[in-house]
Each structure stands twice: as C-alpha cells, then as structure tokens.
Nanobody, 125 residues
C-alpha cells in the first residue's frame, strides 16, 4: 500500500503563498495519479488539483485555477502543490491522495484510494 506524508502547511495572510509537499513510499509513486484535496470544518472533502501518472495532464478546481500549481518529481517520490494568492476560503486540511484506476473521475474524491494524514492551511483576512 501507498504511504503518504504531507508537509508545508501553516498560517498565512490573505494574498500570501504556501508550498505543500507530499512524500510517497518508495517504489509506489510513479504508477499512480496524484491529487490534492481539502476539507474545511462542516464541509465535505473537495477536489483541489491532480496530475496524471504520465502525459503531464493536470486538473484543477475552478476556484484555484491560475493560483495553484501541482507538480511531480518522480525521482524523489514527491508531489507538490504551489499555492499563490491565497484566500480565506482556501483554509482547511489539505490531503495528498493517490488514484489507481484510469476509468475513475479524477475530480471525484471517491476516486482516491490512499490518503495522507493531512496538513493544515489557515488563511487569515
């Protein structure tokens, strides 16, 4: 099974930036699509960004498109989420996750089968 560890969360003022990192267990990373999802208190987990295992395909939620960038560094078994121009609505627990099936909708949280423990992001007004 895939083991995922997120880091890089913190507290930032609106308009600021953060870079989240997700380290996957060795030997299991390149065969999966990778995604970032988030959850705020009282809300269900929602899709943020994803990158396919090959081909360079990326996907973003409408609200973060143009502000967030997902990248992969397969040699280091790591995926990143660069977040710019952060808004208070971006606050929440951010999770790194993996998807295996090419038939699943990568924008659906249900497509992901392995999850990290999450890293907290707090954006103040």
């Amino acid at each position: 099974q895939v083991q995922l560890v997120e880091s890089g969360g913190g507290q930032v003022q609106a308009g600021g930036s953060l870079r989240l990192s997700c380290l996957a267990s060795a030997g299991t990373f390149s065969g999966y699509d990778m995604g970032w999802l988030r959850q705020s208190p009282g809300k269900e987990r929602e899709f943020v960004a994803a990158r396919r295992r090959s081909g360079g395909y990326t996907y973003y939620a409408d609200d973060v498109k143009g502000r967030f960038t997902i990248t992969r560094e397969n040699a280091k078994n790591t995926v990143y989420l660069n977040m710019d121009s952060l808004k208070p609505d971006d606050s929440g627990m951010y999770y790194c996750a993996t998807a295996r099936s090419l038939l699943s909708n990568i924008r659906n949280p249900g497509a992901y089968t392995s999850w990290g423990q999450g890293t907290q992001v707090t954006v103040s007004s």
